[in-house]
Nanobody, 113 residues
Framework: QVQLVESGGGLVQPGGSLKLSCAAS????????MTWYRQSPGKERELVAF????????NYADFVKGRFTISRDNAKNTVFLQMNSLKPEDTAVYYC??????WGQGTQVTVSS
């Protein structure tokens, strides 16, 4: 069955970095775009970054441009989100989503001193 398993979240100080991973299984990973979303308490889920099937096409929300980088390894069926210069407002549960609408369970990122 289809699975998306996020990992890499945790507690980090402002200005720090984290790299999230989303391991996919149960479908032909290289055939689908992938997207990272996040949701903070009391807020709607919002798109963070998108990557096309080959990895050559990416898009970012304005609030992460220049700080976050999305990438993928089709040989390992994994999509990544490198997050640098983290801010307290980046605190959220981060989810990956497949191009056909399947969601992972999320990983918590907390940015706090």
């Amino acid at each position: 069955q289809v699975q998306l398993v996020e990992s890499g979240g945790g507690l980090v100080q402002p200005g720090g970095s984290l790299k999230l991973s989303c391991a996919a299984s149960g479908f032909t990973f290289s055939s689908y775009s992938m997207t990272w979303y996040r949701q903070s308490p009391g807020k709607e889920r919002e798109l963070v970054a998108f990557i096309g099937t080959s990895g050559s096409r990416t898009n970012y929300a304005d609030f992460v441009k220049g700080r976050f980088t999305i990438s993928r390894d089709n040989a390992k069926n994994t999509v990544f989100l490198q997050m640098n210069s983290l801010k307290p407002e980046d605190t959220a549960v981060y989810y990956c989503r497949s191009g056909f609408g399947f969601w992972g369970q999320g990983t918590q990122v907390t940015v706090s001193s």
